[in-house]
Structure formats: C-alpha cells, structure tokens
C-alpha cells in the first residue's frame, strides 16, 4: 500500500491549498477516503470524508463551505480542496482510507504519511 501527498505548503490567510492522494496496493473504489489533520499539541481530528462511489460527503464544522472532498477513482486519488484558509487550519494533513470488511464490523485502515499545510502572513 502506497500514498503520495501532495499540495502542502505556505498559504497566506484567505488563500486556497488544493491537496491530494494518489493511492496504490488496494481496491481504491472499496474504501471510504478521509483527510484528517493534526496540529502541533492537538489530537487528530477528522476533517472531510467521501464515500466509496463518492456519492455522499461529510465535513467537520469547522471546515464547512471552505473545504470540498472529491475523488476521482479512475486515478485513485482523492482531493481535499481548501478555501478562505485560516491560520487555525495549519496542520500536518493525512489522507486515510478506511472500509468494514466483515459483518463483525472490523475495519481496515490505511495512512498517508501526512503533508504539511501553514497558513500565516
């Protein structure tokens, strides 16, 4: 299993990130994607997620109306785009894949290895 992030960086207030995850070495199409990101002393914390088919999406409050989550599953990649950007948004970003593979309810996951996101003038 493989990811590469990709679209971290320094962003000013106001500004707009587009980050990516191309993944290889499972069923992309079978897995829920997730961007999460965790900031220095914080916890992680879920940020955006897309169904399998990309159908459905969900969001953390804090980040509605600002971030939008797509996929693209001929590319297996997923995209976390950023808008309106604040300096509490800076974080190390993290795609995750994640899915149900049996009726008892046990999950698989699989991490990026995280890109780094600063918002600051």
């Known amino acids: 299993v493989q990811f590469v992030e990709s679209g971290g960086g320094l962003v000013q207030p106001g500004g707009s990130l587009r980050l990516s995850c191309a993944a290889s070495g499972f069923t992309f199409s079978s897995y829920v994607m997730r961007w999460y990101r965790q900031a220095p002393g914080k916890e992680r914390e879920l940020v955006a997620a897309i169904s399998s088919a990309g159908g459905s999406t969900n969001y953390a409050d804090s980040v509605k109306g600002r971030f939008t989550i797509s996929r693209d599953n001929a590319k297996n990649t997923v995209y976390l785009q950023m808008n309106s950007l604040k300096p509490e948004d800076t974080a190390v970003y993290y795609c995750?894949?994640?899915?149900?593979?049996?009726?008892?309810?046990?999950?698989?996951?699989?991490w990026g290895q995280g890109t780094q996101v600063t918002v600051s003038s």
């Open positions: 995750n894949a994640h899915r149900v593979v049996d009726t008892y309810g046990t999950t698989r996951d699989y």
